[in-house]
Structures are given as structure tokens and as C-alpha cells.
């Protein structure tokens, strides 16, 4: 339905959220026997636990990619900007720092792509700030301002 509604001028903006941070989600289908907020308090790097959180999170990504070739194959991925994220960088220890995310699709050109960047510690709410900004927006500041206004140094060029 998100498709459709982005194909035909319904609504520019779409989210997807697959459950909250707590969720009891079980999905055996993926080869895990622990829900994912169980496995995402893996312990050790190398455990079982790890390794069906491992597989939990390669499902969600699996369809996110999975919507960018939709996306791609209905000529929308050009005009698109996805985000893919968690709330946490670590789930063992609550940590909020680190977080990975992805940016996909076209956004026109106002991001540029294929880059890894890292911003050591900078918080995500700047990232925020410098997606808002490359759509147009004169916003400076996004949630909790605390840890400085502006977009993430080296973001938007």
C-alpha cells in the first residue's frame, strides 16, 4: 500500500517501524529460537545468541533491500531517501552511541552517496537535522538539542 500511495502522489513520506524496542517478536522462519529482544542482549560476541540475533537482523535487512529494488523497479528509488536504523548501537549494554544506519535511494542528489561515514560519538539527532535540511528544511535542531545544533560534519558534502 506504501508503494502505491507513493506512485501515485498520495503521501511523500512513509514509515515503517516493525515493532517497539522491547518487542516479544519471536520469528522462527529466520532459524532463531530466541525473540529478538532476548537476542539482541547477546553477551558475548561469539555465542549462539549472537549468532541468531545476527540472523534475526539479516531478515530486516533482507527486506529492506527488498524495498529498494521495489523501489527501484516502479522508478521511485531515484526520488527516494530510505533510513535504515535500530535505537541502539549496543543492545548488551543500552548504549545509544554507534548506532548503524543506512541511508538508500536518490533524495535528487542532495546527499551524497556511496560513502561509509563514521562521526565518532556525534549524535544521530544531527543526522536528523542534515536529512531535514537536505529536503529543504531551515531546521537547526531535531529532539534532544543537548549535544550541539546542525547537521553531521560531513554529511551533506
Not at 558475548?44 to 527501484?72: G, H, K, M, N
Not at 536528523?128 to 531535531?142: C, K, N, R, Y
Amino acid at each position: 500500500v506504501a508503494m502505491l500511495a507513493l506512485s501515485c502522489g498520495l503521501t511523500n513520506v512513509v514509515s515503517l517501524q516493525w515493532s517497539h524496542p522491547v518487542s516479544p517478536t519471536s520469528m522462527p522462519w529466520t532459524g532463531a529460537a530466541q525473540r529478538h529482544h532476548d537476542a539482541s542482549h547477546f553477551g558475548s560476541p561469539d555465542s549462539l545468541t549472537a549468532e541468531e540475533f545476527v540472523q534475526l537482523q539479516r531478515w530486516y535487512t533482507q527486506r529492506f533491500a527488498d524495498t529498494i529494488t521495489r523501489l527501484r523497479d516502479r522508478g521511485l528509488l531515484d526520488s527516494t531517501l530510505l533510513m535504515l536504523f535500530s535505537e541502539l548501537g549496543d543492545g548488551n549494554n543500552h548504549d545509544h552511541r554507534n548506532m548503524p544506519l543506512i541511508l538508500a535511494g536518490g533524495d535528487d542528489g542532495r546527499i551524497p552517496k556511496g560513502r561509509l561515514l563514521t562521526f565518532d560519538g556525534e549524535a544521530h539527532t544531527k543526522l536528523l537535522v542534515g536529512i531535514a535540511q537536505a529536503l529543504g528544511s531551515e531546521i537547526d535542531t531535531f529532539g534532544y538539542s543537548g549535544h550541539g545544533t546542525g547537521p553531521l560534519d560531513g554529511l551533506l558534502t
